[in-house]
């Protein structure tokens, strides 16, 4: 079974930082593609961040500079460094691992808001 779980999701003020995490179970960690993705109300789903199997990143356009991905494949784990928050970053934020299949995490909130 299959599993993504998020963590580090809260309300920050505007300027702040953030730290995500997103630990899988049940997968070969190391050989899958992961990425980030949010989803504000009353919007679809957008990828932020994503990185490969061989650690190659990739970020939308709206949080280069402000925010990094990375991975440690001994602990399962990927993470998402936001910094300089905008209150526009306010989303709910998904945990995604693709290779044969994709998965989908439960979603962490995120408030940027003073």
């Known amino acids: 079974q299959v599993q993504l779980v998020e963590s580090g999701g809260g309300l920050v003020q505007p300027g702040g930082s953030l730290r995500l995490s997103c630990t899988a179970s049940g997968i070969t960690f190391s050989v899958y593609h992961m990425g980030w993705y949010r989803q504000a109300p009353g919007k679809q789903r957008e990828l932020v961040a994503g990185?490969?199997?061989?650690?190659?990143?990739n970020y939308a356009d709206s949080v280069k500079g402000r925010f990094t991905i990375s991975r440690d494949n001994a602990k399962n784990t990927v993470y998402l460094q936001m910094n300089s928050l905008k209150p526009e970053d306010t989303a709910v934020y998904y945990c995604n691992a693709q290779k044969v299949g994709s998965y989908w995490g439960t979603g962490t909130l995120v408030t940027v808001s003073s």
């Open positions: 990185i490969t199997s061989g650690h190659s990143s």
